[in-house]
């Protein structure tokens, strides 16, 4: 089964999840794995089936949050999250955000890598036609 989950993930198309994050790919990212996560079971049956159809491109994120059996179970499940969130001090709310933008300046990171990356390689299979160390004298 999780040849089959795998393999319906790779269907949905990024730009969805750019466009709910403002066109950041570490947001955009981090948003295709809390659904990966979801696709799991990790949030229960609701939200498991949600964050399939999501990630097959079976249907929008958007469309998917106008469920309401999808929506009612996100409520529900957020509940305690938010109360807790609610009980924690100024200092607590600034170090769990501090966390968070820590999280994402990583993911930005191993973004830009990847992408140095693979220009490093698309570049150096070229090395007999790029120029470096000819000379006409």
């Known amino acids: 089964m999780d040849s089959a989950e795998n393999s319906s993930d790779k269907r949905v198309d990024d730009s969805e999840f750019l466009e ?3 066109q950041d790919p570490a947001q ?3 948003l295709r794995q809390s659904l990966e996560h979801l696709a799991s079971g990790l949030g229960g049956p609701a939200l498991k089936e949600m964050a399939q159809e999501v990630l097959s491109g079976r249907m929008g994120l ?12 996100a409520v529900q ?7 807790k969130w609610a ?6 709310r600034q170090a769990l955000a501090a966390e968070g933008e820590r999280r994402l300046e990583e993911e930005r990171q191993k973004l830009e890598e990847e992408r140095r990356s693979e220009s ?3 570049s150096g299979g070229n090395r007999r036609h790029d120029g470096r160390g ?4």
């Open 20 to 22: 709910m994050t403002q």
């Open 28 to 30: 955009a990212k981090i």
């Open 62 to 73: 958007r469309e998917a949050a106008n469920v309401s059996a999808y929506a009612e179970e």
């Open 77 to 83: 499940q957020s509940a305690p999250l938010a109360e």
């Open 87 to 92: 009980a924690m001090s100024d200092s607590e």
């Open 120 to 122: 490093e390689n698309r």
């Open 134 to 137: 000819w000379s006409l004298y």
